[in-house]
T-cell receptor, first 112, second 111 residues
Framework: EAAVTQSPRNKVTVTGGNVTLSCRQT?????MYWYRQDTGHGLRLIHYSYGAGNLQIGDVPDGYKATRTTQEDFFLLLELASPSQTSLYFC???????????FGPGTRLTVL | GEQVEQRPPHLSVREGDSAFIICTYTDSATAYFYWYKQEPGAGLQLLMSVFSNVDRKEEQGLTVLLNKKDKQLSLNLTAAHPGDSAVYFC??????????FGQGTVLSVIP
């Protein structure tokens, strides 16, 4: 089973702050994803990548950047954090597009 | 694009009873179907995956039914126990193979 880890697990920042969320997967999956989870919305896709150096836009990309530096590492960047970005963020990976996704434990971000 | 409606948002059952969750999707080309479980403070854990050529799948007290005519996917937990208390999500992979999630169902199993 794929191992997906995220850091930090909790983060508090202020409006306008700069935040980087990290994700690492150790099962050599091609695809990695960033989601946000909000009550009543389920999981919404922010960005995804199918390999190092690749980035694709998801359904709710505004205010977020992402970078895939290696096969294993995928980062989500909030350069000017806003309270609307307070959420629970999940990283996931999969071997193929549309296939089973394996999730990290999540990062709870609070923007004051 | 694909839309998924999951019901109910909250479900409370007594230990030993069944719990039923249903998702309705919109894309008739949807080929892959998943159920995930999210325990408090944890990520989503894959419970079961179903391909579109399967109408029914049972594993370890879980039954997944796929009704392609009505575009509905359901999950039935038979004889629920307190350890089943969690948030359950359906997810479907539509014609473009992008995974779309339902809104989630918070299941509480009362001892």
């Amino acid at each position: 089973e794929a191992a997906v880890t995220q850091s930090p697990r909790n983060k508090v920042t202020v409006t306008g702050g700069n935040v980087t969320l990290s994700c690492r997967q150790t099962n050599s999956h091609n695809y990695m994803y960033w989601y946000r989870q909000d009550t009543g919305h389920g999981l919404r896709l922010i960005h995804y990548s199918y390999g190092a150096g690749n980035l694709q836009i998801g359904d709710v990309p505004d205010g977020y950047k992402a970078t895939r530096t290696t096969q294993e590492d995928f980062f989500l960047l909030l350069e000017l954090a806003s309270p609307s970005q307070t959420s629970l963020y999940f990283c996931a990976s999969s071997d193929i597009w549309g296939g089973e996704q394996y999730f990290g434990p999540g990062t709870r971000l609070t923007v004051l | 694009g694909e839309q998924v409606e999951q019901r109910p948002p909250h479900l409370s059952v007594r230990e030993g009873d069944s719990a039923f969750i249903i998702c309705t999707y919109t894309d008739s080309a949807t080929a892959y179907f998943y159920w995930y479980k999210q325990e408090p403070g944890a990520g989503l854990q894959l419970l079961m995956s179903v391909f579109s050529n399967v109408d029914r799948k049972e594993e370890q007290g879980l039954t997944v039914l796929l009704n392609k005519k009505d575009k509905q996917l359901s999950l039935n937990l038979t004889a629920a126990h307190p350890g089943d208390s969690a948030v359950y999500f359906c997810a479907v992979s539509g014609g473009n193979n992008k995974l779309t999630f339902g809104q989630g169902t918070v299941l509480s199993v009362i001892p």
